[in-house]
């Protein structure tokens, strides 16, 4: 249960003063929690912190006030000079003075019995706003802040900024970001003294006072000790929980998947290839973690092209060895047929039976792939999301795989968990997340890394081009089709729009279509399954030679013989995606080439994308660099700002607190593993602040 202290926190935000389902709903957009399953609350606003300020602590007095500064003044009404009576083009004036001049405070379309309000004639009032000089006359137009002397503690000498969508004023947003802070209540310290001391950090609600009423700038930046605090709080709260969840999962296993070896070595001998170091390496970790009783979590990383595909397949086969059943779940649909095309001739080579899954297989077929995973006749299987069905049944799920896991969401890890009797989970990722991510987002999992690439690769040459010289590009293209090669040409990606896509695709198709005839091919996200697989099959095959494609083939697809990628708009793509396009090439022994193909002007950050792209192929410093360019958002989630799952903390800024929470939230759960201590009951109410509260319910489960 959640703690009774937190309630006031937990009210919807529309029970706040000022706050209609209306301004909710804008509120809601700007909120740095998920709301995808509940409506804001009070907490979330608390958590909603300013990204900058406005200083209005200069007083220069009206004579020395710069054009253009925001400044405040303590000045006296002298009088009033409201417009003609009929002409609203001329605005309301009140000309006030302090002992360095006067200044006209300028209102237009004035509220004229207001005015006269909020400054009568003869008072001392406190005004705020930017400074005007005109034909050397000092006005103010329109001052942000007015407020009489006796009142100037109402004045925000240093204002909070707050990130703000349309439709959304600042001043509603403020007042109910206060409102949710008075509900801020007195909460036990959760934190350990030690790194409170040497971290310097206030108290939450401390902190929290601190950052949304700021003394100083810097208090509203995320190295401040308040701020840091807080990302502590979440990271701690994100490491005690991911520690929960896992210490229950490895309670649940408690079988050892060991064979006699015969598959393995079957299948290696079948390769065409020897495995690399690291691929070899990664199996024996793999091996030795599904020879342990405990449950196997590893993650298994390594660049496009590094070959994950084939240690999944003899991992499988491990599987198979122990008496048990494997699946291979991949993102998209084009993508689990690849796998398939690739390990089947494999897998039936050495007597494995395997079938592939997804929403397309219907009917008897369909009926026929369930009943073999459930009497067991099948012993891999590869497929999309449709694995997680509930009509899909296991003899006995023992290996589980899941490729490009960050697509899939953590709901659809615990259904396929769900499936087997506790199945060790192997998650591949050829997106090279950096180390402190992998954190963030999976807790101490353990990770392989393959980091090398197969031998007789060949580097990829990469250039940048920009879109005036298209016409020259496609002569060469053409050139490099007749010499046999095979291009990709990515279209490119339209954030706003699906549909415009698509449509960019269709009409580069058809305006290529003049020139290289039916060696021409189109395959987009749109398309029927069986037509994709169709138009993948061409390519592979070399009935086609240059293949139009939306970013559906961003992730994973594997063309061996293709050297050319051609990349469309390329300063819209992130550079995650870039390398991820880019890796569909350089997979045989020929030598590779990517084109960047952009639009001039390019902005900054673009520049320095498709510099970092022809610099490097090295897919961890390309992460580093992509990390630096525009944050994390992109990495991992979809969120547009901030760090994906995390509502304060900052990775670029909180990284070194997020190792230090880990080590934090181990001792914590080894000392007092149900959270039944003084702090450890503290620590509940943190789970829940931060929402998550799923670690709290597992805790009493367990
Ligand atoms: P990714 O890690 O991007 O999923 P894949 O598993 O698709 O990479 O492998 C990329 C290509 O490299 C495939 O064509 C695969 O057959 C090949 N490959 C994998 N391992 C080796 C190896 N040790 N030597 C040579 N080629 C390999
Ligand atoms: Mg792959």
């Known amino acids: 249960m959640r703690p009774s202290l937190l309630d006031p926190l937990f009210v919807p935000i529309t029970s706040l003063a000022g706050v209609g389902p209306k301004i909710a709903d804008l509120i809601a957009k700007i909120v740095p929690a998920d709301l995808s399953d509940r409506p804001a609350r009070a907490a979330d606003l608390v958590f909603t912190l300013p990204n900058s300020v406005i200083d209005r602590r200069n007083r220069p007095g009206i004579a020395l006030a710069p054009s253009g500064a925001i400044v405040t003044l303590e000045v006296t009404v002298d009088r009033h000079m409201p417009p003609p009576r009929g002409n609203k083009s001329v605005p309301y004036r009140v000309y006030a003075f302090d002992e360095t001049g006067e200044i006209a405070l300028t209102f237009f379309h004035a509220n004229a019995s207001w005015l006269e309000r909020a400054l009568p004639v003869g008072e001392e009032v406190i005004v705020s706003g930017r400074m005007e000089w005109f034909n050397g006359r000092p006005s103010m137009v329109h ?73 100083d700038p810097l208090d509203v930046s995320p190295d401040s000790a308040a701020w840091r605090r807080l990302a502590y709080d979440e990271f701690l709260a994100g490491q005690i929980s991911l520690a929960l969840v896992r210490a229950t999962v490895r309670k649940l296993s408690g079988r050892p998947l060991t064979g006699d070896g015969k598959l393995i070595a079957a299948l290696k001998k079948a390769l065409p290839y020897e495995l690399t170091r690291s691929q070899t390496e990664a199996l024996t970790e793999i091996d030795a973690d599904l020879q342990k009783p405990e449950r196997m979590l590893r993650l298994l990383q390594g660049d496009v092209g590094s070959g994950k595909t084939v240690v999944a397949l003899l991992s499988m086969a491990r599987a198979v060895e122990a008496g048990g059943q494997a699946a291979l779940m991949a993102p998209t649909e084009i993508l689990a047929r690849q796998h398939f095309a690739s390990i089947s001739p494999l897998a039936e080579k050495v007597g494995l039976r395997i079938a592939v899954l997804t929403g397309r297989e219907k009917g008897r077929e369909r009926a026929d792939i369930l009943a073999g995973l459930e009497n067991g006749e099948i012993n891999l299987v590869v497929g999309t999301h449709a694995l997680f069905q509930e009509t899909v049944q296991f003899r006995d799920l023992a290996l589980a795989v899941i490729d490009e896991q960050h697509r899939f969401g953590v709901h659809q890890r615990l259904a396929m968990t769900a499936k087997g009797d506790a199945p060790d989970m192997l998650v591949m990722t050829a997106t090279p997340i ?91 996200g749109r398309m029927k399954g069986a037509e994709k697989d169709e138009a993948m099959r061409a390519f592979k095959e070399g009935e086609t030679r240059i293949l139009i494609a939306t970013t559906v083939i961003e992730v994973g697809v594997d063309v061996p013989d293709a050297t050319i990628i051609v990349i469309e708009h390329a300063e819209r793509f992130g550079l995650a995606q870039l390398h991820q396009l880019r890796g569909r090439v350089g997979r045989g022994s020929k030598a590779s080439t990517c084109v960047l193909l952009y639009k001039d002007p390019l902005g900054e950050t673009a520049k320095r994308r498709l510099s970092v792209m022809r610099e490097t192929e090295d897919g961890f410093r390309i992460a580093e660099e992509d990390l630096k360019l525009r944050g994390e958002g992109e990495l991992l989630g979809t969120r547009q700002s901030g760090t994906p799952g995390f509502q304060v903390a900052r990775i670029e800024a909180h990284a070194d607190l997020l190792e230090i929470a880990r080590d934090d939230a181990r001792l914590l759960l080894t000392r007092d593993p149900e959270l039944k201590t003084e702090r450890g009951q503290a620590v509940r109410t943190l789970l829940y602040l931060f929402g998550r509260d799923e670690a709290v319910r597992l805790l009493r489960a367990g």
């Open 434 to 524: 950096p180390r402190t991510l992998v954190l963030t987002a999976f807790g101490d999992m353990d990770v392989s890394r393959l980091t090398e690439k197969p031998a007789g690769r060949q580097p990829i040459r990469t250039v940048t081009l920009p879109f005036d010289r298209l016409n020259e590009l496609v002569g060469r293209m053409r050139d490099a089709v007749a010499e046999g090669q095979k291009v990709y040409w990515i279209c490119p990606l339209v954030e706003e729009s699906e549909e415009v896509e698509l449509m960019s695709a269709e009409e580069r198709f058809s305006s290529l279509k003049p020139v290289f005839g039916d060696r021409i091919g189109l395959v987009h």
């Open 143 to 215: 001052p942000d802040h007015i407020a009489r002397k006796a009142e100037a503690g109402s004045l925000p000498l240093v204002e909070p900024v707050y990130p703000l969508t349309a439709g959304l004023s600042p001043k509603v947003l403020r007042r109910a970001i206060g409102q949710a802070l008075e509900r801020v209540p007195e909460m036990p310290e959760w934190q350990d003294a030690d790194v409170m001391r040497r971290q310097t950090f206030p108290a939450m609600r401390d902190a929290l006072q601190r950052i949304h009423n700021p003394a």
